[in-house]
């Protein structure tokens, strides 16, 4: 499942820069600009050669037809040929509600773009549950991996995160993905805008920015509740100090001081940077925000200028049975309405033919990924909401928006 | 139990699907933790034998050397595609989500290409359960196994072929899909054999490049001897399945059905259907795990895609059930259930009445001298029952 993802991620992805990691920031900004990948120039690490050994086509063979990888893994569960893991080398607790893990990726795992998030799976009582998070530091920093993740009262990988990972705790990853990126050409004025735990890919894109020794101006808005719930706090005020490019304001919604400003509008925009208006935005947090910020800028004629991500929750309909949602095929580019029907029925009216065997939910013929939404099955009932589950789908019928990787 | 197939109310089937749906319900919520640990020790113990067998086998001029070398690649071998492959690609471990235990991704070590066999056994075989002509498992298509199957002379083979298939097993089973008794027909599905054949021929080359060549290879002058125990290996593991698959639906009291009876069922009736066309072995744990508890036939034909060492747990309510509807529960030791199989398959060789004849008068029955508590016809009223049994119910409907 996971290379399925990794091709997927893959295919859209360009040449990812591959940086000395000693290297000096104006260096890094240099080979990001040319495109060099800079792998050949390092010597082969002693993982990179036992790797090599024990990938070479002999040992495949022999280890036929499991390959070498289910037999390594047995031993050491962070190695993989095939599946980009991490693992956990330092965790964090920022904020009382949110968790950091510092990860140390394999070399599977082809780094990700300022902005971009990363799905981590994780086992929790026998069954893997994948996450997406966006990781918080610069591009730049090939060798680690670091997620800031908040943890939700009933948020089970928070959860279980939060009470489980320690150093050396394994993880699986997929690579990175998502269009919310900084240009390759980094724009000359920027503004970043993020609300919650939206701050963490804006926090990457300003940390890449800093590494690259960028010089125009980039002012960072953030939104938070409280002013104690703010990660990144004293990093980001010592950025701002040291930087005369950075510009910096924190908005607490929740708290008395801010007065009427606790929300954005271009009075308080136009007090955090003057020359608003001719920015390129980068906003990160819930829909409320970025339809503010995305009307502002249609209003004032330049809606291209807004890049964003929002973690939006699945539409689910309040009564299982009735399929008011939207069904999706992804990797057919399909969609439809749903219906009180099986997904296999909605496939095949779609025109798709899907592999199936009984259409009774025995054989499994059918089994397909859910990338989201919730289905119920029609055997035991049951509803399910996971991402990134593998379902039957000639026994599951949508409940609200789902999406198919069919 | 008689030989007569039991036939339940349609109040009674629905009590029985939902009772078997309530029952699957149960398991499938208490799946965790447990099973992911039972089956990854399992791989782990089959990947030390694995790599002990053949690490052994590189010092296989030392006889004790070589027996325990070729003794761990059997196990190793059993256990990779009964408790391990079987199961695995049955789906029993999806809702893990994890990419070493997906049923669409597992790969096992024998002839026969995983998604071929998801197609002929997971579909069909479990689907299409003791249906005749449906059904490709009654006889894997070269072996007669029941008296509907007209007799020609060809049949007098019957114990060679049930022989050849057993040492060759692994072959037997790459071939299912193919159907090579059909051969010869006029029918132009070249094309999709040709497709089948391109399969098992990727997976043939792999396991004799391995096998029978590699290994052999890298142990230099001992090269024979490696072969030899490989080659072991194979055959062990090819009539140790052999002869557990066999003892799945065919030992004397399993039931075989039409495919005009069959299709409309109800959920009830397909349950029915399972537990009527399935038989069981009893032994101990090892045993089950050895026999990657299809030992458990019954149970893992009611739920295929639960995790099969839960079928032990479950085997005791099954019976229950079974006994509450006054539905034959058809176990015992390997050597009764097997002992029967043999001798359907040589009764079987020679020309036999017609299931109608037979009925009239079935006084001489030439295994009623052995301990088999089953009368060794099971199977001879199966089509006249299955078309009474039919009307019956389309007269009950009215």
Not at chain 2, 20 to 42: K, M, N, P, S, T
């Amino acid at each position: 499942m996971l290379t399925r993802l990794h091709e997927r991620a893959t295919v859209g992805e360009q040449v990812f820069t591959k940086l000395p990691q000693d290297g000096q920031a104006s260096q890094q900004a240099v080979d990001a600009r040319s495109g060099e990948t800079g792998r050949s120039r390092q010597l082969p690490s002693a993982g990179r050669l036992a790797r090599r050994v024990v990938g070479s086509s002999l040992l495949e063979a022999l280890a036929a037809p499991h390959g070498v990888d289910r037999y390594v893994e047995l031993v050491l569960p962070g190695f993989s040929l095939r599946d980009p893991r991490a693992e956990v080398v330092a965790v964090r607790y920022p904020t009382p509600n949110s968790l950091t893990l510092r990860l140390r990726p394999n070399e599977l795992w082809h780094g990700f773009r300022a902005g971009q998030f990363v799905s981590l799976s994780v086992e929790i009582d026998g069954v893997r549950r994948t996450r997406c998070y966006s990781p918080a530091l610069s591009e730049h920093a090939r060798a680690e991996l670091e997620l800031t993740i908040r943890v939700h009262p009933e948020g089970l990988v928070s959860g279980y995160l939060r009470a489980n990972a320690r150093p050396g705790t394994v993880v699986e990853l997929a690579q990175a993905d998502g269009e919310f990126v900084l240009a390759r050409t980094r724009p000359e004025h920027l503004l970043l805008i993020s609300g919650g735990s939206g701050i963490t890919p804006v926090m990457s894109m300003l940390r890449t920015l800093c590494d690259e020794g960028h010089d125009a101006p980039v002012t960072f808005l953030h939104f938070a509740r409280r002013e104690h719930e703010v990660a990144y706090s004293a990093e980001l005020q010592e950025l701002a100090r040291s930087r005369p490019n950075v510009r910096l304001a924190f908005v607490y919604t929740r708290e008395r001081t801010g007065g009427a400003d606790r929300h954005l509008s271009r009075a308080q925009l136009r007090r955090v940077d003057r020359r608003y208006r001719q920015a390129e935005v980068y906003v990160c947090g819930p829909p409320g925000l970025i339809a503010t910020t995305r009307a502002l800028w249609a209003s004032d004629g330049h809606p291209e200028r807004v890049h964003s991500e929002s973690f939006l929750p699945t539409r689910v309909v309040a009564s299982p049975g009735e399929a008011h949602g939207c069904v999706r095929f992804a990797a057919s580019r399909i969609e439809l309405a749903g219906e009180a029907m099986t997904l296999l029925e909605h496939a095949e009216k779609a025109g798709l033919t899907p592999a199936y065997g009984c259409r009774m939910g025995i054989c499994h013929t059918c089994t397909c990924r859910k990338l989201t939404g919730q289905v119920r099955n029609v055997n035991s009932g049951e509803l399910s909401s996971c991402e990134q589950e593998d379902i039957q789908i000639c026994s599951s019928v949508p409940v609200g928006d789902v999406e198919l990787d069919l | 139990m008689t030989d007569t197939r039991p036939q339940l109310t349609p109040t009674q089937l629905q009590a029985l699907g939902d009772e078997l749906d309530a029952l699957r319900q149960r398991v499938l919520e208490d799946l965790g933790e447990r099973d992911v640990r039972y089956i990854r020790d399992l791989i782990k113990t089959q990947r030390a034998l694995e790599v002990g067998g053949r690490g052994l086998l590189f010092f296989s001029v030392l006889p004790p050397a070589w027996l325990a070398g070729a003794a761990a690649l059997s196990l190793s071998k059993i256990l990779d595609n009964m408790e391990i492959g079987h199961n695995v690609m049955h789906g029993q471990y999806d809702w893990t989500g994890d990419s070493a235990l997906s049923g669409r991704e597992f790969e096992w070590d024998t002839a026969c290409p995983a998604e071929q066999w998801r197609h002929s056994h997971n579909y069909l075989h479990h689907t299409f359960t003791n249906i005749l002509g449906k059904d490709r498992d009654i006889g894997y298509g070269v072996i007669r196994m029941t008296e509907d199957e007209p007799w020609q002379p060809r049949w007098l083979g019957n114990p060679a072929y049930a022989l050849l298939l057993a040492l060759l097993f692994q072959y037997g089973v790459a071939m299912h899909d193919l159907e090579i008794e059909r051969i010869g027909e006029a029918e132009p599905a070249w094309r999709s054999r040709r497709n089948l054949l391109s399969g098992i021929w990727s997976k043939v080359r792999a396991q004799t490049l391995k096998d029978y060549v590699l290994f052999p290879l890298l142990s230099g002058p001992q090269a024979p001897l490696v072969l030899g125990a490989n080659a072991s290996a194979n055959l062990v593991r090819n009539v140790w399945a052999f002869t557990i698959i066999f003892c799945g639906h065919f030992p004397d009291g399993t039931f075989e059905f039409s495919e005009q009876e069959t299709t409309e069922e109800s959920r009830g009736e397909w349950y029915l259907r399972q537990m009527l066309g399935s038989a069981n072995l009893t032994g101990s744990r090892l045993f089950h795990i050895l026999s990657g508890n299809l030992s458990h036939q019954i149970e893992h034909h009611l739920y295929p895609d639960i995790p099969a060492h839960r079928y032990a747990e479950i085997s005791k309510e099954v019976q229950e059930i079974c006994d509450r509807y006054e539905l034959p529960y058809n176990t015992g030791p390997l050597h009764s259930q097997f002992g029967s199989v043999v001798r359907k398959i040589f009764r079987l060789a020679l020309p036999t009445p017609s299931p109608h004849a037979r009925e009239l008068g079935s006084a001489y029955d030439p295994d009623s001298a052995t301990p088999s508590p089953e009368p060794a016809d099971g199977l001879r009223r199966t089509t006249n029952q299955a078309v009474t049994a039919a009307a019956a119910r389309t007269a009950t409907a009215k």
